[in-house]
């Protein structure tokens, strides 16, 4: 490729939800309400996504590349989905999504050095 | 909810989402709960996002800090956070909307009720210079003559006298309400005819007078729009005419001064002196004021007109009718007995919006104490109280629009109920449609109420400002006085509303069970309509003979009787008599008694008793002696201490001998009083038009269909109308009563749902606060009985001050309701008993159960949670 690649940190800080949706993609490619089941599967938080707020994110995801529209894998899906849009990770997506998580552990070191994971783990124990 | 986002996003992902909407409502499953949270998330959800999408933030420059952004984007921030934070809570937000819906919409509903029939101007040309003219005169066409000349005040008058018009020769003979009127009718009120002319001069010469003017409706749903409707004549009988020539067709959406009339024709008048006028009563005569001229001017005039006609014709007008002359603004004569009622159930409602608006504000006060410490901590960490306050303000502000418009949707269906349900005698509220003032208003004040108590609890939280830590402790003390205050009003309102509807049903209940004289029940009742005219007076007697018989001759009926004006049913006849042994003074005026023509039979099918002497029978013909009976007031009035059998009577010249007495019975309907009364049997007083009674087996209105039949084999041009049963009439004649009982009854409904669920509202919330308190009570002994009882004794306690403060407000607010009364004491003892206890037994139940839940404690767990 002569095209020179977009920088994976020109795109952090990530919003989490947006974080979260190419997270559901790491293990291949879901339709919106598999996304929805994932995230909030692995959240816990019982927070609800809604459509308008997931679309809008991934529409901003489409936009910068991060995300691609996919047809769904063959025989893998019942009919009924088959008129559901699939979205796939791009391979710019896995590398913010990496590049993310990075800044968010490096984050998430200094905390813990100051003691304030601490608390936290003794209250959720 | 989806085009609210852009185009080009809809285009895309409308679908994607809709088919995850569709998942989510699977994952919901039956429960409404679940479902009804789900939509509203979801809308807000939609909301959020539109506004996100079009009016996107300014990218941040990374690394710059958040600069205050401009006031439009800080608004619309405020807007997505209080959406997000109201679609967490559905329940609060469903409660606080419903509840304002349902005071906005009552209002609105109600207030544009009154504005149609009391505010809005007649549909007039310059409405505030047309008014009635003397209104207790039956004037005949001399004396409206003479009055209107000697009045320079009214420009012009104009007669009016109703007559019912049969139309035969267009399909089924039928009968048409219309009226006959001056020829410059039209002119005085402004108006023109849309197609053809106006009546003339010329028209009101007699014998010239066969022409009419048809209403729109009349002309497109009996004559089919025909376009060539001006010029012909159509065979329309009553008074003078037996056919007359259409001139004229009125403008689609004109208002007759009552909206009965369907045609008009002129009233002709011979131009007699007064000592020679023998013509027909003119019912009613209206005028328009001269330019500059005002209402009491004319009444002036008027008075003085009646006097002089006093003074020179003492026999046609006597010294109280004279004395009764006034001219009245048209509308404000129209409406004068439905002011006292709409005004009464306005303050109805407005009650209705008050308690609704204390309710929500109670809410909010809770909402608002329960995110207390959230807002002391923002506070602390440097938010201004005016950015708090904001936020918490377009909070309320939505709420408060969001009730407004489900008010608006609710007002809609609550005017197009009142304008089916109107019972006679309300027209002008049957033309009520939504009334833009009354919308704001209603908006406006509940808006104000909500943002008031939406923001409080901010300012309040601000100001205690780093203390944030303590703010999250008792905060019952300022709170509960607040909120505590607001129940006593609430509980005191719906009090009064109670009360009142309580009054009202009593006096329906009333209505209901007063003996009216006669049996309604299985009666079935309608006009048989002949023409005046079709008929000599003397060939009527025998027709009719053919008709009773061949309506008794249909299976099912059991007997058949005819008058001529229905009781309870508007319209009468009263005379003026001369009775035997009581000569009347000269000069002072004769006697009156009601006047009714009747088959010998009538008393029988209605069940009216004789108490003296016999009933008509069919000797009694025209050839025979003539003959009347008298009701017992009468019979008490005229002869108190004789046998009034065998007395004679005059009236009009003729005179005839009592042959019986009968029961009094409620002619002019339950609430006016009996007034002396004669019968004629029909053979010596035949008229036109009748009224059959049918006494039936089994349902009436079951019936009415072959009965029909039976008399068209006979007389196929005799019109039927008004086909009721006695029941029936009976109703419509307690319809106002039933109506407005059962408005104000749901409003006090409202009231102590809204009052049960403000007690609740505190008493919950004030346990709530005090669970500490109980739970280290216990832990030391107390049992739970005891803290039962004081979690009780305090939800009641502004409940119990709410009654007192409602009973001292109801024994004054209750006089508004006087004149509706019927039989019934403005301070009747037991409604003000009995009203009072339901009250606090439903505060009571609205208390048992935070009270019991409180009861419920564990104190470890409690404790536990400090």
Not at chain 2, 232 to 260: E, S
């Amino acid at each position: 490729m002569t095209r020179r690649n977009p920088d994976p940190r020109d795109f952090l800080p990530l919003n989490p939800l947006e974080f979260r949706i190419l997270l559901a993609l790491r293990d291949g490619c879901r339709h919106g309400y598999a996304i929805v089941k994932d995230v909030e599967g692995r959240a816990g938080d019982g927070e609800k996504i809604f459509p308008a707020n997931l679309y809008r994110r991934i529409r901003n995801l489409l936009a910068a590349g991060l995300l691609a529209e996919t047809e769904p894998p063959r025989g893998a899906v019942p009919d009924d989905d088959r008129r559901r849009k699939f979205f796939r990770l791009t391979p710019l997506g896995l590398e913010v999504a990496r590049a993310e998580a990075g800044r968010l552990a490096e984050l998430l070191s200094e905390a813990r050095d100051k003691d304030l994971l601490a608390d936290a783990r003794e209250s959720t124990s | 909810m989806l085009y609210l986002l852009p185009v080009d996003f809809r285009a895309r992902f409308g679908d994607e989402m809709a088919l995850l909407f569709a998942d989510r409502r699977r994952e919901a499953g039956r429960s409404w709960r679940r479902r009804a949270a789900l939509w509203a998330r979801a809308a807000a959800d939609i909301v959020n996002h539109s506004l996100a999408e079009r009016f996107p933030h300014r990218p941040r420059k990374t690394g710059s800090p958040r600069r205050a952004s401009s006031m439009m984007e800080r608004l619309l921030t405020d807007i997505r956070h209080a959406l997000r934070s109201l679609a967490k809570t559905p329940g609060f937000t469903a409660a606080a909307m419903l509840t304002l819906a349902l005071g906005i919409g009552a209002n609105v509903a109600i207030f544009s009720a009154i504005d149609s029939a009391l505010l809005q101007p007649l549909p007039y040309a310059q409405p505030d210079r047309l008014v009635r003219v003397w209104p207790q005169m039956n004037f005949n066409k001399a004396l409206a003559r003479g009055v209107a000349e000697a009045s320079p005040a009214l420009q012009s008058v104009s007669g009016m006298s109703g007559w019912l018009f049969t139309l035969t020769g267009e399909g089924d003979p039928r009968q048409i309400s219309g009226v006959l009127v001056s020829w410059n009718h039209f002119e005085l009120l402004g108006v023109r005819p849309a197609m053809g002319r106006n009546f003339t001069a010329e028209d009101a010469i007699p014998g010239q007078a066969d022409v009419v003017i048809l209403s729109y409706g009349l002309w497109v749903n009996v004559f089919g729009g025909d376009p060539d409707i001006i010029g012909r004549r159509i065979q329309l009988a009553a008074g003078d005419y037996q056919t007359r020539r259409v001139i004229g067709v009125m403008p689609r959406g004109f208002q007759a001064t009552d909206p009965g009339f369907r045609l008009w024709s002129p009233l002709d008048d011979p131009g007699l002196p007064l000592r020679d006028d023998t013509s027909w009563y003119v019912n009613i005569v209206i005028g328009r004021l001269a330019e500059g001229a005002t209402v009491e001017q004319a009444s002036a005039q008027v008075r003085v007109a009646a006097e002089a006609l006093h003074n020179e014709w003492p026999e046609r007008i006597d010294d109280e009718m004279a004395r009764s002359a006034t001219v009245e603004g048209l509308q404000a004569y129209e409406v004068r007995d439905l002011g006292a009622t709409l005004w009464t159930l306005f303050a109805a409602v407005a009650a209705v919006l008050l308690i609704a608006c204390a309710n929500v504000a109670n809410l909010l006060l809770a909402r608002g104490n329960g995110r207390r410490h959230d807002l002391a901590v923002r506070a602390a960490l440097g938010a201004t109280r005016a950015r708090l306050a904001a936020q918490l303000l377009t909070e309320g502000t939505i709420i408060g629009l969001g009730g407004g418009l489900c008010g608006v949707v609710l007002a809609w269906l609550g005017v197009r109920a009142l304008a089916r349900t109107i019972p006679e005698g309300f027209d002008r509220v049957a033309e009520a449609s939504i009334d833009p003032t009354a919308l704001a208003f209603a908006t406006a004040a509940s808006l104000a109420a909500v943002v008031l108590f939406a923001v409080l609890p901010a300012w309040r939280a601000a100001a205690s400002g780093s203390g944030a830590a303590a703010a999250t402790r008792s905060v019952a003390g300022s709170h509960g006085r607040l909120s505590g205050a607001l129940v006593v009003a609430e509980v005191a309102l719906s009090l009064i509303l109670v009360i009142g509807a309580g009054l009202m049903l009593r006096s329906l209940w009333n209505l209901y069970r007063e003996d009216v004289g006669f049996d309604p029940h299985g009666v079935l009742s309608f006009r048989i309509a002949i023409p005046e005219g079709r008929f000599e007076n003397a060939a009527l007697p025998a027709h009719y003979a053919q008709i009773w018989e061949a309506i008794a001759a249909v299976p099912g009926v059991e007997q058949v009787g005819g008058i001529h004006l229905l009781p309870m049913s508007g319209g009468n006849w009263s005379f003026p008599y001369a009775a035997e042994g009581h000569p009347v003074p000269e000069g002072s005026p004769p006697s009156y008694a009601n006047h009714r023509v009747v088959t010998p039979s009538y008393f029988a099918t209605l069940g009216i008793p004789v108490r003296r002497g016999r009933a008509f029978d069919d000797s009694d013909t025209a050839a025979a002696e003539p003959v009347g009976m008298i009701n017992e007031t009468m019979a008490r009035a005229v002869w108190p201490d004789a046998d009034p059998i065998g007395k004679h009577l005059r009236v009009f010249g003729q005179e005839f001998t009592v042959v019986g007495v009968v029961a009094d019975i409620h002619q002019h309907g339950v609430r006016s009083d009996v007034r002396q009364e004669m019968y004629r049997p029909y053979d010596q007083w035949p008229t036109a038009g009748m009224f059959a009674l049918i006494r039936t087996a089994g349902d009436p209105m079951a019936l009415a269909p072959s009965v029909q039949r039976a008399i068209w084999d006979f007389d196929p041009d005799a019109p039927l109308a008004q086909v009721r049963s006695m029941d029936e009439v009976f109703g419509e004649s307690v319809a106002s009563d039933r109506f407005v009982s059962l408005l104000i009854s749901a409003f006090a409904a409202l009231a102590l749902v809204l009052g049960a669920v403000g007690v609740y509202g505190v008493t919950a919330y004030a346990t709530g606060a005090r669970l500490r308190e109980f739970g280290v009570r216990m832990a030391i002994g107390a049992d739970s009985s005891r803290v039962l009882r004081h979690a009780l004794f305090d939800g009641l306690k502004p409940a119990v001050l709410g009654v007192a403060l409602g009973l001292a407000g109801a024994w004054w607010a209750t006089r508004l309701l006087g004149e509706l009364l019927y039989d019934v004491s403005v301070y009747d003892a037991a409604t003000f008993i009995v009203v009072p206890a339901v009250l606090i037994a439903v505060a009571v139940l609205a208390c048992a159960l935070p009270a019991w839940r409180a009861s419920r404690l564990d104190p470890v767990i409690v404790l536990r949670q400090e």
